[in-house]
């Protein structure tokens, strides 16, 4: 059972996984904090309402009806960012690393519909050769 355990916790993709979500995490905690600092500011600047920032009041004089699309936008913008920043610093280079490490496998290619059809015509000839001897000899006896 421990075994088991064990070679699916060493499996690759597992390993691969894990590393992927610390390295993730670490990523979104500083992406986070930049859309926070410089991004959040901005939008309320656009807002024109200091006291709530960028969105829609609904009705006038009731804050509970402000729609609020700063932490939207800003969110939108910081999963971008994080999906950016984990394909082009990990991905792309461990693809890269993995294509040069990598031994170039011989691909057989497929044969042609051509190649096909030769093969089959002489193994028609052959059937026929053999079949003609069986015939001369059955006719010498």
Known sequence: MFKGFKEFLMRGNVVDL???????????????SITKGLLEPLLAVLGGNAEFG???QLLAGKPATFIALGPIVSSIINFVLVAA???FVLIVPM??????LSKPTEVKADPTELE???EIRDLLAAQKAEREAANSSSLQQ
Not at 18 to 32: E, L, Q
Not at 95 to 100: E, F, S, V, W, Y
């Open 18 to 32: 894990a590393i992927a979500v610390v390295i993730g995490a670490a990523f979104t905690a500083i992406v986070t």
């Open 54 to 56: 960028f969105g829609v």
């Open 85 to 87: 920043v984990l394909y």
């Open 95 to 100: 693809n890269h690393l993995k294509q040069r």
């Open 116 to 118: 096909l059809l030769m």
